[in-house]
Structure formats: structure tokens, C-alpha cells
């Protein structure tokens, strides 16, 4: 039994006018030589030269000039090791040179896609009918860099949406690193990334049981400028200072526009992108909520599963995800507690479909199978499209499937709300399947989401077209839970 899906004729796509300054060296020698050009210019040179700075791109991002100031600082000891006395430049030559290590970067030139949607916590002044939402979406510009932006728009009676304009200037957050670690389980953290006992146990040893961030920095950076460090070594100890640096916690400023906020890849860990959030509104055992994701964090070689909470959209903590169930990509967390634990979809083989419960939100083990490839279009693989949503016949999962030519498609399934373990019932074929207008694109033949809500008896299903743009559909939630049943 097919289920219709009204497709929506708004499409989010990508913008290469949206920019951030980013941080930029290009390697102590050039960065040297290029510090030494600068200072040799006359006090008038640098001034005129920062103007001409100014003008060009003052107008397109906020306050650059505190960026100037901030990636100068960044190059401080390469400027003091060139014998400069840093703190006697004038505040105009150390903008100069924080201008010469920031570039701009296009945040969503390439794609905009993997979209999920939440209720903003703002409903205040809505018509009957009418809802709030807050969607995100993986954007990735040059390099395949990928980051989480948003989109504010008011889904009417009628579930069209109304999207609100975009803001003029794109901000990055302030980083606040943890300050306090646990170190038994920063061990055990270490351990499931393979890292080294053998360099990594012995730096641990000289740690108390609570240590402190800027402790460990040092330590590690003293092991690292030994000029004969082995390169097994010093991997670990970069290891070690990876998953430390995974820690934190991000600050918009307030006067900024949902859609200018970009969280942008921060920690090595991330350096080469933040991959497919898949936000939830987490309503706790006090009825208080709370938006959280969980991501995948790429630095090119090793993938690491992290949570991301938020209560406002200004303020983020990150946390890395421990356990034998995060081990892999595509985790869903449950929208509240399952017989009084936290609940979590994953695909830990890369395969089929899990389901794990856990005490604490960052820690996950004993994974147990729960959905494995049946039907032709799922072969490959099976995973979810983002969180589970609560409804009074059970608990509704949009699952993806993978078949031949790896065609990806949007299928949906039902669980026992009491027992998430029992399959209520399971879709034949796709939901949603790529019509020909949507297989091209940077990844051919995929229709993906990261996470859906329920709204006036709608299914609201945001997906991503061919990993390029996106666009959402609705499916009237009676049909599709009565479809399910007869399954």
C-alpha cells in the first residue's frame, strides 16, 4: 500500500554569498615572511592598508575588526620568536596582520542538505493552527567542509511553511573549552579510538583522577616540541589533545539573527566537518526541555560521535558520545525516556538498525539488533532518518534504505511505545523515493532527513535532495499509521 506524500514547492539551496571569516596560516616560514613585510611598513602604510581592508569587507561580516585582533593573538608566538616586542605594536599593525591570516569561506556554496526540524521554543503570537520551527541543515562549501546552519520559518494550518528571511552577516560562536575532566572515562574514550597505551596510559598516569584542561595542554605541548618525538608518539599525544579539544561549549552573541548563526567545525577533531544533526526536542522526566543532536564530527581520518544541547539556540555544549553504541554514524535519540532510561537508534555495523538505553545521555552500550535489511530497496543497508516520534499508536521511525546503485529511499516503521524493541509494523515500499527532478545533484539517486515532527495530524518531513538542496513534504499521519498496521 503506497502512501501519498504532498511534496512542497519551497527549496532551500545553496548560497555562496553566505561567508564566515576563518582563521587562516599558511605554515610558520610564510607566516614569517609575511610578518616581515608588515613591519617594515610605516605606521601611514598600515593604516591606509587596513582601510582599504575595511572598505572591502567591514560591510560583510560583524565587527571584523575583533576578528583582525583575535587571529593576530593567534600568531603571538611566532611574532614574539621573530624577536618583535608583540605588545608594543600599535593596535592598527596588529589588525593589519590578523587581516593577512583571515580568509573568507563560503559555508554552503556546495550544498545545503540532511535537514531535521524542531519546534522553536518561541510560540508566543501564532495563529491557530500554527507553529514555529526551527530547521537545520548540513551545509558544506569548499573541501567538502560541512557545518550546521538554520532556517526560522511558521508552518500554517495547512502545513505550508513560511520561511523567514536570511540575516545579512554570518557569526561564528565564542569557544569555551571544558575545564574539568573525568579520567577514567577520558581513558575509556581513548581506548575506543585506538589510541596508543602505550604513549597515551603512561602521560595519563601523572594526572589525578579530576585534571584540569590547561594541565594536560601543558603536558602534552612539553612532550610535543622534543625535536626527536617518534611519530607513534606524538600521534597519541595529538590524540589525546583531539578528544580533549572535543569538549566545549559555543556562545552566539544575542543580538544575532538564528539564521546568521553557523556552527562551524571548531576542534581537530572536526577539521574536516560536522556531519548530519539530527536535533530532537528532549522533554525530561520534570517536563522541561531541551533541544539536543547528536553529529558526526570528521577530521578526515576518524569519525567521532558527539552530543549537542542547546536551551536557547544561543548556548551549545558539545560532548563526545562514549560506549560501544557509538561507534558509527546515524544515532537518533529517543524524544524522552523509555522505562525510565534514555533511548537511542544507531547502526553501529554500518548495516542494520539498533536500539540501546543508557543512564546518562553520553554514554551508550549493549546495543541490540533491531531492524535489518528485508526489502529489495534496503539491501545495503538500513538506518534511521532521524528520532522517533511519539504518537498513541506507537513510536513512528523514518528509517532510509539503500539498494541497488545506491539509491537512497525514505521508509517508515512503528514500535511498541512501551517496548521500542517490538515492530509494530514496517512500510513495503519507500515513502519517498527520488522523482527524476531530485537524482541529480552532488550525490545522485538520495532523498535523506535527519529528523521530522508531527504537526495538525501531518507528518512534516524535511529531506535532502541528491546531497545538494532541500525541500520538505507532508503525509497525513492517519493514513500512514493505519498503513503501518496493515503491514
Sequence with gaps: MRVPVVRKNIVFTPDSRRVVARYFINGDHRTQKMVSHIMVLSEKQVIETLEHTLREFARRHRNISSTFFRHCEKIRSIIEGMQINYEGLSQERKMLIGSYC???YAIESAAIFNPSIVADFDQSGLEKGEKRVIISFRATGEGHISSIVFRRGILDKNNNLQ????GNNIDKAEIVHKTLYNKERFLIKLEEMH?????????????????????????????LSDPMIRLERRTALEEVMWLADSFYDLQFKHDSDITERVIFPISDSESRGIEDARFVCFVDDDESCKVMATYTAYNGH????????????YTFRVMPLYG????????????????????MLSRIDGVNNYLMYSDRPTQWNNPVMLQEPRYTWEFTQIGNCGSPLWTEEGWLVITHGVGAMRRYCIGASLFDLDDPSKEIGRLKEPLLSPLEDEREGYVPNVVYSCGSIIHNSSLILPYAVSD?????GVVDLVELIDALKKS
Design 302 to 313: 576518524v569519525i567521532l560521535p558527539k552530543l549537542i544541547s542547546t536551551e536557547d539556540f
Design 468 to 472: 545538494y538542496s532541500s525541500t520538505y
Design 195 to 223: 589510541t596508543s597505551n602505550k604513549y597515551s596510559t603512561r602521560l595519563m598516569q601523572e594526572l589525578p583522577d579530576e585534571f584540569e584542561y590547561a594541565v594536560l595542554k601543558l603536558m602534552v605541548h612539553k612532550a
Design 163 to 166: 520561511v523567514m528571511k536570511n
Design 102 to 104: 583571515t580568509m573568507e
Design 324 to 343: 560501544i553504541g557509538a561507534q558509527n554514524k546515524n544515532l537518533a535519540l529517543f524524544p524522552r525516556k523509555v522505562k525510565g532510561k534514555y533511548a
